[in-house]
């Protein structure tokens, strides 16, 4: 008896054993779906997320209260889905993010911009030498023109058309480049062959003057200085300092050292008729050149009214009463050297 009671317990327990497992298994196939990563990561490049481990069920008790019923299958624990790189790279930023944007500010306050590098600051010109050239420039060429109009508004066509078919002037005049020794010798009614160089000088201009005396046939060479010469007083100091040309022509003035810029202009225009003289000695002897020095008197040195032209020379005759005696005759071809 003992032996089949053995016996049925033993099949009874593997029966036990066997349905056990049978649920066991059934529990072990139903697949879990907890926490399931979407497909969106798949679509941009990236790797899934792993999938969570299946939890298994814990073994039951054989023989408990529970015995009769499934177990539930354990919570998996939740994890946080990896971040993944993005898959299309930054674009450069638009601005110097290290700056504050133009647009952010604070209530009330004045916009922002942003920092800009200073631009190097260039040496510039003198703004008033410069402007004063320009308006020197334009004054002067004004005044040209507007005395242009002056003298055509003065003057017929007829005549005007006579001054461009002229080709006799009247006279020869060598007068000092400075505005001072051209007042009333710009030609026009008196039909002047001017000539200006620095101290009016016969050296410095010898050709143009020959072309005046001898091709133009001008019966009348003058000279004219003024007061305050520039070339007279350059000449009467030192002017080793200046360019070699402007020396070359400072020495042909012959003037003592020193000496005050009146006399030393009289001077002058004695020393360039006495050398015109020489050089048209021809026309000189034969009565048809007549050589004569001017000079204007701004300060009324000469005691004969302020700024007016005064003849200080007719050829070679420098004594002031015997020249205003020929001056009042007219006898400007009068050489005392010779006699006449």
Known sequence: MALPLLLLAGQAAAAEDAHGQEQVQQVIKLPLKLNKEPQAGAEHGASPAPKPAEAKPAAPAPGGAEAGKKPEPAKAEQKE????APSVPMASPPRDLSQPSPEVRAP????????????KRHAKPEPAKAMGEAGQVK??????????????????????????????????V??????????????????????????????SSEGSIEYGVRNLRTPLLMFVSH??????????????????????????I????????????????????????LKFSGEVEAGRLAVLGGY??????????RGKLV??????????????????????????????
């Not at 889905?81 to 993944?84: I, N, Y």
């Not at 710009?186 to 000539?195: C, K, R, S």
């Not at 007061?227 to 042909?252: F, H, M, R, W």
């Open 81 to 84: 889905p990896e971040k993944m």
């Open 108 to 119: 009330g306050s004045r916009p922002r911009v942003a920092h800009r590098a200073k631009p």
């Open 139 to 172: 004054s002067v060429v004004g005044d040209i023109l507007k005395a242009n109009q002056t003298y055509i508004a003065k003057h017929s066509p007829g005549y005007l058309l006579k001054l461009g078919e002229r080709a006799q002037p009247k006279a020869t």
């Open 174 to 203: 060598v007068t000092c480049s400075s505005p001072g020794g051209q007042v009333g010798m710009a030609g026009g009614d008196a039909d002047l062959f001017v000539i200006s160089n620095m101290g009016n000088q016969l050296a």
């Open 227 to 252: 007061t305050g010469c520039g070339a007279i007083k350059a000449a009467a100091g030192d002017y080793s300092n200046l360019g070699p040309a402007v020396q070359k022509e400072l020495e042909n």
């Open 254 to 277: 012959e003037i003592p050292k020193g000496i005050d810029a009146t006399n030393g202009a009289l001077i002058n225009i004695n020393n360039q008729v006495e050398g015109a003289i």
């Open 296 to 305: 204007y008197d701004y300060n009324n040195d000469l005691k004969q009214g």
């Open 311 to 340: 003849i200080t020379n007719i050829n070679g005759e420098t004594d002031p009463a015997r020249i205003r005696e020929l001056t009042r005759g007219g006898r400007y071809f009068h050489y005392a050297f010779m006699g006449h």
